[in-house]
């Protein structure tokens, strides 16, 4: 028999590679000589330069960057293991989780660093960028991500403008004589699945700024910010992003990268399906294991079990597709009408969170041994 082993990250408790091994520990009691696959996986966010890595045998590299405040924090970046391609999670350089929550002001926050890991993949010759793009604690449209990449921006007496969400009304042009050589020739494929505009009701700053310390009067302002910035763009560089479903993903990220460098959207576990070459290490296969944290309904939403199920029924329609999970939420059952096999939470007994996290290693891999043993 041939598992191919597919799961997502358990949050707070295993890497998607130590869900694998558990898994195969769970197989090999039953099937000693199966064949076993691991491609671990993620949708762009957390766990996505792990999983990336540890699917293609890269490296990991650790880069000093500019945080959202401007203090120095270790971000990382995960270099592919057979491609010129780098894996970069913006929250590793400017997530709201580097930000006590006491801290937290989305006026002031930047998406310098980001920029940072950015420069640092173009130094190194990188021509592909895969870019997770959740997580932020930033609103400055990617202002700060383009800065450190040499672009620069002035304000009416030609000053340059320290870029973050509440400067972004004063900066009157932009100036394009500094970026970066090597950005004209690096694709950068942007991992979200969030579809909102830059501006307005369902913006970055309406929908996400509260989130990142954001006060009613100050969304307003962050959002007439972005619009201000939007229509800079439109009249320097010639490139409408305001209303781009996406744009407004981690801030208006989504819509700086659109605008700064050469991107393109994509859901984040399509990506990642496609980096890790899923769909030729799944030929064959007979049973398919996924999972993550938590699923539930919203799992089909594009989340990576999803993803996972939908790249493997395209190549092997006869192949089972099990959903692994730490718990299971609400309306488990609408994931059979999509095409699950079989969903099975691993938590055997109430017991505290932090206990259950600590068994989160044996837990999956007794349930994966039950699964075996029916099958056999």
């Not at 540890?54 to 490296?59: K, L, N, P, T």
């Not at 403008?161 to 494929?189: A, Y």
């Not at 993803?307 to 099990?322: E, F, R």
């Not at 109430?350 to 007794?366: I, P, R």
Request: aromatic share 6%.
């Amino acid at each position: 028999m041939k598992f191919v082993l597919a799961p997502d990250s358990y949050k707070e408790s295993a890497s998607a590679k130590n869900v694998c091994l558990a898994m195969e520990e769970g197989i090999r009691r039953v099937f000693p000589d199966a064949e076993i696959v691991h491609v671990p996986m993620a949708d762009g966010g957390e766990g996505s330069t792990e999983s990336l890595v540890d699917a293609s045998q890269g490296e990991m590299i650790y880069h000093i960057v500019k945080g959202p405040l401007g203090e120095p924090v270790e971000a990382l970046i995960g270099l592919h293991g057979t491609e010129n391609t780098a894996i970069i999670e913006m929250a590793s350089a400017s997530g709201i989780q580097l930000i006590h929550p006491d801290r937290r002001n989305p006026l002031l926050t930047s998406t310098y660093g980001t920029g940072e890991l950015i420069r640092e993949c173009l130094d190194r010759g990188i021509d592909k960028i895969i870019l997770g793009i959740g997580g932020s604690a930033t609103n400055d449209g990617g202002s700060g991500m383009a800065q450190a990449l040499g672009y620069r921006f002035l304000d009416a007496q030609n000053q340059e403008v320290d870029c973050c969400g509440g400067n972004l009304d004063q900066i009157t042009q932009i100036d394009t004589h500094q970026v970066h050589p090597g950005l004209k020739n690096c694709q950068i494929f942007i991992a979200s699945d969030v579809a909102n505009p830059l501006t307005g009701p369902e913006g970055a700053s309406a929908i996400f700024g509260p989130q990142k310390g954001a006060t009613p009067e100050m969304v307003e302002q962050l959002d007439r910010n972005l619009r201000h910035f939007a229509q800079l763009i439109r009249q320097e560089l010639g490139r409408e992003i305001e209303q781009i479903p996406g744009s407004g993903a981690a801030g208006g990220l989504g819509g700086g990268l659109l605008a700064f460098t050469q991107s393109q959207m994509h859901r984040g576990i399509d990506l990642i399906i496609e980096s890790t070459q899923f769909k030729e290490k799944v030929q064959g296969a007979d049973i398919v294991l996924t999972g993550e944290g938590r699923m539930d309904y919203q799992t089909k939403y594009g989340k990576t079990p999803f993803g996972v199920l939908q790249a493997t029924k395209s190549v092997v329609p006869t192949a089972k597709v099990i959903g692994i999970a730490g718990c299971l939420g609400e309306n488990i059952d609408e994931l059979y009408e999509v095409g699950f096999d079989g969903i099975f939470s691993v938590i055997p007994q109430l017991k505290s969170l932090n206990e259950l996290y600590e068994l989160t290693h044996t837990n999956v891999a007794n349930v994966v041994e039950s699964i075996c043993r029916v099958m056999k």
